[in-house]
């Protein structure tokens, strides 16, 4: 790889690392570079920090131009301008505060054309000296400078120095091109990763805020139904029952009347039952004056003993504060989790276990019914549409408030949810 040149060095002034690499073979330069891309591949598929990836890259590639001294500039595409990530051999004074605006200096032009540059003797580089201050630092000569590329956009320049001039070759200059497109591939891939973690984040809290919204709505119309049309058939039905008494007293023998009357009443009382019930759904008042955990015994038991269901609570250190959207996305998901039991599960018993443990909310419900198989959960067929939606659904309310949601099932042996939030 290293091309001696008369008037460049003497072999009393290369350091042994620099005469082990001027007397390699062509073959040793050929499996050299090799072995560097692999590892430099190897590190782009197998880590995900970037800058552990880069450093990775920058090593070897160090270590294949014979232990120079360079660094990775990074380009802010907001200012326009690039930035040290990693770097080796250059004083962190320098490196820290350096910076290239795109299309001033050596970096700055690579950035923009996307073309790399080689220099024999950066001391006599006017421009380089005036942007870079390269030689001011341990009397650098030689310097080439490569584009990070992914897509052919220009994400970064790739530089290594010499002591020497007439260091670099053209050779030297493809092989780290090669270096470079995985380097740029990674960055590419990197970004684009920040990118959509930040829109998953402002999808998230879109959602949040429209769940919230909605919430707010439904306690609003839980509120009015309690104050005013629960009121109102609640003295609804107190009157027909005065009314069925009175008839009783006043001896109306007219049996059609009568009938009609207890019917009257007996639809007046289920209505008031079932506005009451749709109260409760909208927003359990339990949950604003008790508190979550009393909302979610009387939730449970409200729902599952009725059915002959048997109920189990385990509840240990979870008495602790919640935020209100916290508190109500959690008494939704135990809602939802509740209501596939009743709807599919066949269970004869429930148990309903809640821990803090380690700054973690830890809510699992666990039933003994039929059970299914998991793996199956994403193909939803017609026939369990609504069980399938109704677990996904609740795994995706958790994402919502930061937490995870897992389903552990098997058939027959009866179906485990478990969800975990974070507290701390």
């Known amino acids: 790889m290293l091309v001696g040149d008369e008037t460049r060095t003497t072999e009393a002034a290369l350091s042994d690392n620099n005469i082990r690499?001027?007397?390699?073979?062509?073959?040793?330069?050929?499996?050299?570079?090799?072995?560097?891309?692999?590892?430099?591949?190897?590190?782009?598929?197998?880590?995900?920090?970037?800058?552990?990836?880069?450093?990775?890259?920058?090593?070897?590639?160090?270590?294949?131009?014979?232990?120079?001294?360079?660094?990775?500039?990074?380009?802010?595409?907001?200012?326009?301008?690039?930035?040290?990530?990693?770097?080796?051999?250059?004083?962190?004074?320098?490196?820290?505060?350096?910076?290239?605006?795109?299309?001033?200096?050596?970096?700055?032009?690579?950035?923009?054309?996307?073309?790399?540059?080689?220099?024999?003797?950066?001391?006599?580089?006017?421009?380089?000296?005036?942007?870079?201050?390269?030689?001011n630092i341990k009397d650098l000569r030689a310097f080439i400078s490569i584009p990070l590329r992914y897509r052919e956009k220009v994400l970064g320049v790739l530089n290594c120095a010499s002591l020497y001039v007439y260091y670099f070759t053209e050779k030297d200059m493809h092989f780290l091109h090669s270096i470079g497109d995985q380097l740029g591939l990674a960055i590419g891939q990197a970004r684009l990763l920040a990118r959509l973690q930040e829109k998953k984040e402002k999808i998230r809290q879109v959602a949040l805020q429209v769940i919230n919204a909605q919430e707010e709505e439904k306690k609003r119309i839980s509120q009015e139904l309690h104050d005013e049309t629960c009121q109102m058939l609640a003295a609804l039905t107190l009157n027909l029952q005065v009314l069925i008494e009175m008839a009783e007293i006043i001896g109306i023998q007219d049996n059609k009347f009568k009938n009609m009357l207890a019917k009257t009443h007996a639809a007046a009382v289920h209505l008031n039952n079932e506005v009451n019930r749709l109260v409760s759904d909208l927003r359990p008042t339990i949950l604003d004056t008790l508190g979550f955990i009393p909302a979610v015994r009387h939730y449970a038991e409200s729902c599952l003993l009725p059915l002959g269901i048997n109920v189990n609570f385990d509840i240990t250190g979870a008495e602790l504060p919640l935020l209100p959207e916290i508190e109500v996305n959690l008494f939704r998901w135990v809602q939802g989790i509740i209501g596939n039991i009743v709807r599919h599960s066949q269970a004869k018993s429930v148990t309903l276990s809640i821990m803090e443990k380690d700054h973690k909310l830890e809510i699992c419900i666990q039933d003994d019914g039929i059970g299914f198989d998991v793996t199956k959960l994403g193909k939803i067929t017609e026939k369990k549409r609504k069980h399938s939606m109704g677990l996904m659904i609740a795994e995706e309310r958790m994402k919502l408030i930061g937490g995870k949601c897992s389903v552990h099932s098997q058939p027959g042996k009866g179906t485990r949810v478990l969800a975990v939030i974070p507290t701390g």
């Open 21 to 135: 690499f001027f007397q390699r073979t062509e073959d040793d330069e050929i499996i050299d570079a090799l072995l560097i891309l692999s590892r430099v591949t190897s590190a782009v598929s197998g880590l995900c920090e970037l800058n552990a990836i880069l450093k990775v890259g920058l090593e070897k590639t160090l270590e294949y131009m014979g232990g120079l001294c360079g660094g990775i500039m990074l380009l802010d595409d907001r200012e326009k301008r690039l930035y040290y990530s990693v770097y080796s051999g250059l004083p962190d004074e320098f490196a820290q505060k350096m910076s290239v605006k795109i299309g001033e200096g050596v970096n700055g032009k690579v950035a923009l054309t996307g073309k790399a540059v080689l220099l024999n003797d950066i001391s006599k580089e006017s421009e380089v000296a005036l942007h870079c201050n390269l030689t």
